[in-house]
């Protein structure tokens, strides 16, 4: 059951169904772009209307930040469909999943330039409602240009209804308007709101964390891109130690707030009965399904597309076996994580295993479980709230740069948070942390939550990681006829077959360039006008 919320929020959070909502409460008059803003409920609908495009993206970035690294690969549909493409390097200007998710956040960034517009010059909206409602739009707004920064590179900057430049900005420039934004965003939200899903002065400052935790990264720049474009080797990593610190700062205004903390139970983050649950999600994307929202969340569909058959490919899915084998088996986010055993309620509990030689695992946190038969019904409704920060997502941000700062002894306790609830005890807690013991905690919490791509790009390591896919069970010769023998002497499948192309494409491929996607064409086909393109697409 879907969590009560104020009235007024509740008002507003109903209104996603379209990029500008419009009122259906008899006191309220429809709100469009050429209304004046006439009362309070007006200006929350107003705003309500950004969080439409931000919606449809919910599953789609799966399809950029997962896909195109080294553990996931995709098999929705034909081979040339866009998912199955961004899996093997192979994206294009047209191909989809780029095209929707770039347009989707411009059509958020003019919904949000529209809603400030219209609720800063109104006279009928009350202070405490303007300064409440242009926080939401801005901390939206800055957002969704954390997004573009990080997967486009320089973009324009467009921050009013009028602008329509096509002229990049630069990456310091994009930056440094998210950083405005999110700041203005966090002296005007209210300090928490115990729904994730409406914005905080808690989000802001977490967002605000890791914001300047990718920009203190130094990523590349147009040019540093064009000169490692075909190389096949990773460019240099280096950190700008004063953003940084204040990515340490602003998370720890998150952790000093005392309004957020860790869940005890690391698989209680996940499914429709534990959605946007507070202490530990700090911002959420509000999902009630297709034909509810503007667009249902599909990643639980996408990674449990057929249920129990097992003979079906997945629309995303792990790529090989070797990273649940690899996972200390007393860890408790791997069995939930890469989910290899499964009961269907529909057939008196009967146990499949999701494992080689048949198929390989399923990522566990897009499987619901939460109630009778979640795992089944789930699939098709497509109502989980998508989680967009939460609380151990903080303190990894602050270990992080800490240990790239040289403190790595006040990174310490913040892993070993993250390790004793993994283990339920103290066991395995660290005695001295590393940045590789840093970045692989990143992988153990955050399977399948859309942060892959982008760790491997803030630390210049995304063509070594996908080359690692060469000492994959699956990528050995034995695996690329089906019908054949196996290294593991089992006879090939097709589902296997097929896997050995996606790991020899991922390696075979990856090169600099795809440490940006391509400025993608609009959602018709038509040239954005968006010049120069990225350097080798």
């Not at 405005?180 to 964390?209: N, Q």
Request: hydrophobic content about 35%; charged content about 25%; glycine content about 6%.
């Amino acid at each position: 059951m879907k969590k009560l919320v104020s009235l007024k929020a509740l008002f507003a959070l109903l209104l996603l169904v379209a990029f500008y909502s419009c009122s259906k409460n008899e006191n309220d008059v429809i709100v469009d772009e050429s209304n004046v803003v006439t009362s309070d409920g007006q200006a929350y609908a107003l705003v309500s209307g950004i969080y439409g495009p931000i919606q449809t993206i919910s599953s789609s970035l799966s399809f950029l930040i997962e896909s195109a690294t080294e553990g996931t690969i995709s098999f929705e549909g034909e081979e040339n469909e866009p998912g199955p493409v961004v899996s093997r390097f192979e994206t294009l200007p047209t191909t989809w999943y780029p095209v929707k998710v770039y347009s989707r956040l411009y059509k958020a960034i003019g919904a949000a330039n529209d809603a400030i517009e219209k609720v800063s010059a109104s006279t009928a909206v009350s202070d405490d409602t303007k300064k409440v409602t242009v926080g939401r739009a801005k901390f939206l707004r800055g957002l969704s240009y954390s997004y573009l920064v990080q997967l486009f590179g320089e973009v324009p900057l467009r921050l009013q209804t009028t602008d329509s430049t096509k002229t990049r900005a630069s990456i310091d420039q994009v930056y440094t308007q998210i950083v405005k934004d999110l700041t203005d965003a966090e002296a005007a939200l209210p300090e928490y709101d115990s729904s994730p899903i409406i914005p905080s002065k808690g989000a802001a400052d977490a967002i605000l964390s890791r914001v300047y935790l990718a920009w203190g990264s130094n990523p590349l720049t147009q040019d540093q891109l064009a000169s490692i474009v075909n190389s096949t080797t990773d460019p240099t990593y280096s950190v700008d130690k004063t953003k940084l610190q204040l990515a340490v700062t602003y998370a720890d205004k998150v952790i000093n707030s005392g309004n957020y903390s860790l869940l005890t139970d690391f698989t209680k983050l996940f499914g429709r009965t534990n959605e946007s649950k507070a202490p530990e999600h700090i911002f959420t994307i509000r999902h009630d399904g297709d034909g509810i929202d503007a667009q249902g969340n599909h990643q639980t569909h996408c990674a449990f597309t057929f249920a129990f058959d097992l003979v079906k490919d997945n629309h995303i899915g792990p790529s090989d076996i070797n990273l649940y084998t690899q996972w200390d088996s007393t860890d408790t986010r791997r069995n939930f994580s890469y989910t290899t055993y499964l009961q269907n309620p529909e057939e008196n509990n009967k146990g499949y295993y999701f494992l080689p030689p048949v198929t390989l695992s399923r990522f566990g946190k897009g499987i619901d479980r939460s109630y009778y038969d979640a795992v089944n019904l789930t699939i098709k409704t497509n109502d989980v709230d998508r989680i967009e920060i939460r609380y151990a997502e903080v303190l990894l941000i602050k270990a992080e740069a800490l240990v790239e700062l040289g403190r790595n002894s006040e990174a310490l306790p913040l892993i070993n948070q993250l390790r004793t609830r993994a283990y339920g005890n103290t066991s395995h807690n660290l005695t001295a942390v590393t940045r590789d013991d840093v970045r692989k905690e990143w992988r153990y919490e955050t399977v399948y939550e859309q942060k892959h791509w982008l760790n491997l790009v803030r630390w210049k390591t995304l063509i070594s990681s996908v080359k690692s896919v060469k000492d994959f069970e699956h990528y050995d010769e034995s695996y690329k006829t089906a019908g054949g023998t196996g290294k593991d002497g089992s006879t090939v499948n097709a589902f296997f077959a097929k896997v050995y192309k996606h790991l020899h494409a991922k390696y075979d491929n990856v090169k600099g360039k795809y440490y940006r996607f391509p400025i993608p064409t609009g959602e018709s086909g038509q040239d954005l006008g968006v010049k120069p393109q990225n350097p080798g697409y």
